[in-house]
T-cell receptor
Framework: LAKTTQPISMDSYEGQEVNITCSHNNIATNDYITWYQQFPSQGPRFIIQGYKTKVTNEVASLFIPADRKSSTLSLPRVSLSDTAVYYCLVGDDRSQGDDKIIFGKGTRLHILP | DTEVTQTPKHLVMGMTNKKSLKCEQHMGHRAMYWYKQKAKKPPELMFVYSYEKLSINESVPSRFSPECPNSSLLNLHLHALQPEDSALYLC???????????????FGQGTRLTVV
């Protein structure tokens, strides 16, 4: 599984756009990029997933450059309720047939009023 | 129904007790997972069941014993735990046979376990 590197923590203010970048230099051809959000004492929640270019849903956007060695999760107009830990995961849908989802250290996002 | 339900939500047990954590999903997912999470740390994979068979055991001590009675249920049997096993235990499910990727995994709210 490709190793990911994210900032340990970030602060931002309500109403701003927040971008969290994840580095995955050894991403493989078949790897997907997935982001999860986790609030304290709750299970992680899937936010968005992509393979290349840009993906957008009702919650966030995911930007993936052509070389796919990094990705950026973009949260538009954050609110206090977006304070959470955000995990970037990279993995292969043919991972020797093993179903395995591994979390890295994540980014602790703190939204200030 | 896109829920993964875990019971109990909280559990306090002594080091000589035997208890079980339960997890249930009705999304037709054939991959189910147990994770352990300590405070301010990422979830740590413990076990994976694929098509009701144990496919991954991440070198978990034998005092943790998983069981998958059917495609909707996952149990974690606990025996002779130590205080350092106190943590949030998370269950998850996803489509199987994809390495867990190109698919969304659904997590339960977890069981907060305290070993005294």
């Amino acid at each position: 599984l490709a190793k990911t590197t994210q900032p340990i923590s970030m602060d931002s203010y309500e109403g701003q756009e927040v971008n969290i970048t994840c580095s995955h230099n050894n991403i493989a051809t078949n790897d997907y990029i997935t982001w999860y959000q986790q609030f304290p004492s709750q299970g992680p929640r899937f936010i968005i997933q992509g393979y290349k270019t840009k993906v957008t849903n009702e919650v966030a956007s995911l930007f993936i450059p052509a070389d796919r060695k990094s990705s950026t999760l973009s949260l538009p107009r954050v609110s206090l309720s977006d304070t959470a830990v955000y995990y970037c995961l990279v993995g292969d849908d043919r991972s020797q047939g093993d179903d395995k989802i591994i979390f890295g250290k994540g980014t602790r996002l703190h939204i200030l009023p | 129904d896109t829920e993964v339900t875990q019971t109990p939500k909280h559990l306090v047990m002594g080091m000589t007790n035997k208890k079980s954590l339960k997890c249930e999903q009705h999304m037709g997912h054939r991959a189910m997972y147990w994770y352990k999470q300590k405070a301010k740390k990422p979830p740590e994979l413990m076990f994976v069941y694929s098509y009701e068979k144990l496919s991954i055991n991440e070198s978990v001590p034998s005092r943790f014993s998983p069981e998958c009675p059917n495609s909707s249920l996952l149990n974690l049997h606990l025996h002779a735990l130590q205080p350092e096993d106190s943590a949030l235990y998370l269950c998850a499910s996803s489509q199987a046979g994809t390495g867990g990727w190109n698919t969304e995994a659904f997590f339960g709210q977890g069981t907060r376990l305290t070993v005294v």
